[in-house]
């Protein structure tokens, strides 16, 4: 680049040039475009940022390989296969790099094996014991110690993985059952578990787990109850919700939780309502709402974006294929991957990159 071009242009354009390099293709600040795709097509898989800045996709309808997508080379390569297929697993990258899959459900059903990726060899090990209970649609998450809480998955119950040990043991379960529902370790340590299937549907309440004293407690409702939605801790510690099928169809609004004061308030309103979508944070603290399944519409290509300085939505560039039971995973450097998903006729292998 020339000192006379490089003064014609402007700072989005030098920035974009810095991330996507200065070949042709380069892509516009909040679109999308394509990069290397995976060996193949995957929906309800598992996506997890890596401690080197890859990133780990696993399993997904009837498979057990997983497969890495290296940012630098924009492409995949083969990470090794688990012991068994799982799709709507959990995947959850430890304190010490390794990757953590549990449950799902396989080829005979719902199954209580959990394994550990890691990065140093490439390949996945059984744990040293089984969850105390087979699990599908649970949730996982990262607790401040360490430890990772597994809760739910078509029961009230909830167990921790302890990495030093590799076993888990039982904790307090929750008021009842959930499966499709989310859970967000919160500044504090707690962790909010809301919505989700339940007995005799799906769900408005929420509960929020202490590691302190193991026990789940429960906080204020939702505004509408939800399922398969997606939610997002925000920089100033409050949790977004949004997406997910509702009693009415699916949902137009989305959640703000207020750990201080226990409360969730509607806020914004969609730009497309949608359900089996992905969710990223920005690195600007914004919040990208990518695809999902949009009723008659199908698979959607359509992303938004959730402004929390607004409280509002507004539309972002679309992707170039409908997806939905993808992933979206933010990278190293703030741009975001998008794997996978279906398109109503099909598994995607392909992937796209978002530039913010």
């Given at each position: ?77 083969w990470a090794g296969d688990m012991s068994v ?52 649609q649970q949730t996982a998450t990262l607790l ?213």
């Amino acid at each position: 680049m020339t000192i006379r071009r490089a003064a014609c242009l402007g700072l989005a354009t030098l920035i974009t040039l810095a991330l996507t390099g200065c070949g042709g293709g380069a892509a516009a600040a909040g679109s999308f475009h394509a990069t290397g795709s995976m060996d193949t097509g995957r929906r309800f898989h598992t996506a997890a940022l890596l401690a080197d800045g890859r990133v780990l996709v696993v399993g997904g309808y009837l498979y057990k390989s997983a497969e890495v997508y290296d940012p630098a080379a924009g492409g995949f390569t083969w990470a090794g296969d688990m012991s068994v297929n799982r799709y709507w697993h959990t995947e959850t990258l430890l304190k010490d790099g390794r990757v953590l899959v549990t449950g799902g459900l396989s080829d005979g059903g719902p199954v209580s094996s959990a394994e550990v990726w890691n990065p140093a060899t490439g390949s996945f090990t059984p744990t040293a014991a089984s969850m105390t209970v087979a699990r599908w649609q649970q949730t996982a998450t990262l607790l401040n110690d360490g430890r990772v809480l597994i809760a739910g998955g078509a029961n009230a119950s909830a167990e921790l993985f302890d990495p030093a040990t590799g076993t888990f043991t039982a904790t307090g379960s929750m008021a009842a059952p959930r499966w499709q529902h989310t859970a967000t370790l919160l500044s504090d340590g707690r962790v909010l578990v809301a919505g989700g299937g339940g007995d005799g549907g799906f769900t408005n309440s929420a509960e929020i787990y202490d590691p302190a004293t193991g026990t789940f407690t429960t906080t204020g409702l939702m505004t509408t109850a939800r399922y398969r939605h997606t939610a997002t801790r925000l920089a100033d510690g409050k949790v977004l919700l949004t997406g997910g099928f509702t009693p009415a169809g699916q949902a137009a609004l989305g959640d703000i939780f207020d750990p201080g004061a226990g409360k969730f308030t509607a806020v914004g309103e969609v730009t497309a309502t949608n359900a089996y979508q992905a969710a990223a944070l920005l690195s600007d603290g914004r919040v990208l709402v990518v695809g999902g399944f949009g009723g008659n519409a199908g698979a959607i290509a359509v992303s938004q974006i959730y402004d929390p300085r607004s409280g509002s939505f507004s539309k972002t560039g679309s992707m170039l294929t409908g997806r939905e039971s993808h992933t979206a995973t933010t990278l190293a450097d703030g741009r975001v991957l998008v794997v996978g998903g279906n398109t109503g006729s099909g598994d995607l292998a392909s992937a796209e990159i978002y530039q913010p």
